[in-house]
């Protein structure tokens, strides 16, 4: 009971008084003297944050040791979280436990204006130019990987896409010399560094604990690597457009250039933004798509069909893969890679009539809400068709959120789809797969939930066949910000007038709006997109619908006006 009232005395029973018109956060029943519902979040915090849920709905308090959280379910209180500034909701301090991995005064561990400098320095791996010659490196890794498979055989599933996705974007976001020295050596570092993510490591990521010594010996190395590669290319003056060669060149505002240790932290920032989505989320489509049969050899005769008509596969390729896309969206519905995001209140807040006081941690879970009934219909079912056309607004806006959302969105989240879908296309254009009957669970060991190992799978070479070769279809849409149903397919210009709003404030760069349509969009001077036609004329229908379709982020938005109304320039 000294225990518990100390924590009351320092953090507050029930936290300073709410002002006139606003309550506390509803507490969830449970936990222990002192500590709370420590025990359940170490545990299992995915399956305390769906009984926090089921029996509190939308707004739920609790604590976690000496920390107060209050978790937050549905799209209006998604939007809320993610469009509120880094003053009031920072998620610095919650991530603090990447610091091990990225390095001290790297990304979460610097000021506010550090860090963004450095991730202007990742972006340009990621920017459309860059992302349109991934395809075919993507394509040649896989090929490598089942190079030796032979006619049948099995593999373990989680382990192989792995290995793949480590090769396939360090390759892409990182250049071939990086790909090539550090081989299997790199693939093991990194997978050590992700076991480091655990959820005790919110609470503490310095305890002497097996994982966090194997996740710092790790890093030690990595540095070691990734400077004798930098000394390499220093000494034989060789320039470059891969990603270590653009963080070597890259200077701060002040001149200074990045250290050794500051390149690996950023290197390994951007493998985290392309790899970990990759790397579970190809595994689990393909699991769920090995229980849906149905949708599987539909998904494999339109794969059949893009491919069969030969040529690299570019990302416009990959784009025409419309029901690859709907089975990976469906999946990151399913099995989002983070179940849980956080910001830190940095002054009194409120959602609602709740209040929120500062220094309270803010939690989202993409899974939780995800497989609510109130948002999701079925929820439970796979069902890829959900992100099809013809169920176009069937999902609230911001009620899809895998990927996070507003200024704060994992950048890497066009990469991780082009990737998936591109390893899944080239994989099931050559095998036939089925279970071995390992159970399929959730690995809760790492932060980041893939399925649990063994999950083996049986493979054999597929029969040539021959199919029908049609015209290339068009473009489909895709999921707009936080789940604002699919926007229109760049196709078939409207009668109606088009006008463009753009939201420059959830804006981060990628810029591929600008390779859609240059007449319409350009950078900026602060490297955010900035509009030069409001109404476009008709001759740019397709490509300003293009650009809506495609941009990471989902800042545009295009509605139609009576063909009356006014058109013209900005």
């Known amino acids: 009971m000294q225990l518990q009232s100390f924590v009351d005395r320092t953090f507050g029973r029930k936290g300073r008084r709410p002002p006139p018109g606003l309550r506390p956060a509803p507490r969830l029943s449970g936990g222990l003297p002192g500590v709370g519902h420590l025990v359940d979040f170490v545990r299992q915090p995915l399956g305390l944050l769906t009984r926090a849920h089921a029996e509190l709905g939308e707004v739920a308090g609790f604590r976690i040791g000496p920390r107060r959280l209050v978790a937050l379910y549905g799209p209006e209180a998604h939007e809320a979280v993610f469009r509120a500034p880094d003053q009031l909701l920072n998620p610095q301090e919650a991530y603090g ?35 349109r010659t991934y395809g075919e490196a993507i394509v040649a890794e896989v090929e490598q990987s089942i190079a030796g498979w032979g006619e049948e055989g099995t593999i373990d599933l989680v382990e192989y896409c792995r290995v793949l996705t480590n090769f396939t974007s360090s390759r892409c976001l990182l250049g071939v010399e990086f790909r090539e020295q550090m081989n299997e050596e790199f693939a093991a570092i990194y997978h050590d560094l992700e076991r480091g993510i655990t959820p005790i490591a919110y609470l503490n990521p310095y305890l002497p604990l097996p994982a966090f010594r194997r996740r710092d010996q790790a890093r030690v190395r990595l540095v070691q690597l990734v400077t004798r590669i930098v000394e390499e290319r220093r000494r034989q003056a060789r320039t470059g457009e891969d990603f270590l060669q653009t963080l070597m060149e890259a200077r701060y505002s002040d001149g200074r250039p990045l250290t050794e240790d500051e390149i690996t932290g950023l290197l390994l920032a951007a493998m985290f933004a392309g790899h970990h989505t990759s790397s579970v989320t190809t595994a689990w489509t393909l699991l769920e798509l090995l229980r849906d049969r149905r949708y599987l050899a539909a998904m494999v005769e339109q794969i059949d069909q893009v491919l069969g008509r030969g040529g690299p596969v570019t990302m416009q390729t990959v784009r025409e893969l419309s029901l690859t896309e709907q089975a990976v969206k469906e ?36 899974t939780v809400s995800h497989l609510s009934p109130r ?77 649990k190992e063994p999950c083996r799978l049986r493979y054999r070479r597929r029969l040539a066949r021959t199919v029908s070769v049609p015209a290339p279809p068009p473009a489909r849409p895709v999921q707009k910000e936080g789940g604002n149903g699919l926007s229109r397919c760049p196709v078939h210009a409207p009668r109606r007038r088009l006008r463009l709003w753009l939201d420059r404030d959830l804006c981060q760069g990628h810029a591929v709006c600008v390779g859609e349509a240059p007449e319409v969009f350009a950078v900026g001077a602060d490297g955010k997109v900035q509009l030069l036609l409001e109404r476009p004329g008709p001759e740019l229908y397709d490509k300003v619908l293009a650009a809506e379709a495609y941009c990471p982020t989902h800042t545009i938005q295009v509605v139609e006006e009576e063909a009356d109304g006014a058109a013209g320039g900005a």
């Open 97 to 131: 436990f990447m610091t091990p991995i990225f390095g001290k005064g790297v990304v979460y561990d610097a000021p506010l204006e550090t860090m963004g400098e450095q991730v202007k320095m990742l972006l340009p791996a990621l920017k459309d130019r860059r992302m």
């Open 331 to 366: 999946t990151l519905r399913l099995h989002p890679p983070l179940f849980m995001l956080i910001r830190v209140a940095q002054a009194d807040w409120s959602f609602r009539d709740v209040y929120i006081p500062r220094g309270t941690w803010v939690v989202v879970s993409p």
């Open 375 to 451: 948002y999701f219909r079925d929820p439970q079912r796979f069902d890829p068709d959900r992100f099809s056309p013809a169920r176009e607004g069937e999902m609230a806006d911001w009620s899809y959120i895998p990927f996070g959302g507003g200024r704060h969105k994992c950048l890497g989240n066009a990469f991780a789809l082009l990737q998936i879908k591109t390893i899944l296309a080239v994989l099931l254009s050559r095998y036939e797969f089925d279970l071995c009957g390992d159970a399929i669970q959730d690995d809760f060991q790492s932060m980041v939930i893939g399925p």
